[in-house]
């Protein structure tokens, strides 16, 4: 009697927990008996691999970027940029890691509307000065401002505990979208951004959920409301993860490698949502990237980084196309001959 008692509480605790039961594929309590369970592993594995691979929608993101702006287009851009207020501001910031000194000194500044590509190789500060707009990360020295306040500090200039900090990030409107994903495994791709919305911002999950699938649509992903981050592709990912930092209507994006988990024919799907939100939206953003084609096409400016400071910045195209730093064509040099860009020293 105890073993049979002990063996329904464990097939009970198997359905509660079973990811899957709240998809299209329900499960049943008698799913999980020994006997049934290889032939149902067998029936999951097959569904798995359609899953993640499903039919084209008419959701999806037509495939054609849009032209990159003219030469009079970027002038008006950054005419009216340059009357715009600051929104991120970083004053000599310093960090190191033990020894190895990541940011030594940097100053950045961006200004509200305006799209800043961040280039470099690999180790040269670039995933580190994102993590330390947001506050992700605790810096040595120096100063960062979003919208004017000094995120992560108190008036009287003493740090804020974690809780705080989380509340003043979103309260200033720093979104950040990872190299990872960083979606809830547990969670559809809908529930990944109306969550965050109901525990963060205190939304209504009414509220929450009309956003949310007004988010999915906008990045081409309704028909997959429903469905779990295993279930995705790796750039399908990605842009619920976009969604999801968009969600509570950011001032201050900042996109750490969007593309760099990604396979090479996923890419671009990311890349075009990416481009809406510049070009589209003027949302201002901060992207670290070695894509540079994109750079040239979205960013409004770029800044190259090497050693943990910036050491050549400016009008992208200009940067990009007629370099002035030995290490800035050095790097281009290397990204247009195909090669990784941990091999640029």
């Known amino acids: 009697m105890l073993t049979a008692t002990i063996s329904a509480i464990q097939l009970f605790v198997e359905w509660l927990l079973d990811l899957d ?5 329900q499960r049943k309590l008698a799913d999980y008996l020994p006997w049934r369970r290889v032939e149902l592993a067998t029936k999951l594995d097959i569904a798995d691999v359609a899953a993640a691979d499903p039919e084209p929608a008419p959701a999806e993101l037509a495939d054609t970027p849009p032209l990159a702006l003219t030469r009079e287009e970027r002038a008006r851009r950054a005419a009216t940029i340059a009357r715009n207020n600051i929104a991120v501001e970083a004053r000599d910031l310093t960090k190191s890691y033990g020894a190895q000194k990541v940011l030594d000194g940097l100053d950045l500044t961006v200004r509200v509307g305006e799209v800043v590509a961040l280039l470099g190789p690999s180790g040269s500060g670039k995933s580190t000065l994102l993590r330390c707009v947001n506050h992700l990360e605790n810096w040595d020295a120096g100063t960062v401002r979003v919208g004017g306040r000094r995120l992560g500090f108190g008036e009287n200039g003493k740090p804020l505990s974690p809780r705080a900090i989380a509340n003043e990030r979103a309260s200033v409107g720093v979104g950040m979208v990872f190299q990872q994903f960083n979606l809830f495994a547990h969670l559809s791709a809908k529930e990944n951004i109306a969550g965050p919305l109901r525990w963060v911002h205190g939304m209504t999950r009414i509220d929450a959920e009309r956003r949310a699938t007004e988010l999915l649509d906008r990045v081409g992903l309704s028909h997959r409301a429903d469905a779990l981050p295993r279930h995705l592709s790796g750039g399908q990912q990605q842009r619920v993860a976009i969604a999801r930092a968009l969600a509570p209507n950011p001032s201050v994006l900042l996109l750490d490698e969007p593309t760099s988990a990604l396979d090479p024919e996923l890419v671009n799907e990311v890349l075009e949502v990416i481009r809406r939100l510049a070009i589209d939206d003027g949302l201002t953003m901060i992207i670290s990237t070695h894509q540079i084609r ?28 007629n370099p002035r730093n030995p290490l800035t064509a050095r790097f281009l040099s290397v990204m247009e001959a195909g090669k990784a860009p941990e091999t640029v020293r």
């Open 21 to 25: 039961r709240t998809t299209r594929r």
């Open 294 to 321: 994109f750079a040239d096409e979205v960013a409004d400016r770029v800044a190259f980084l090497s050693g943990g400071t910036i050491i050549e910045e400016g009008p992208a195209h200009e940067v990009l196309s």
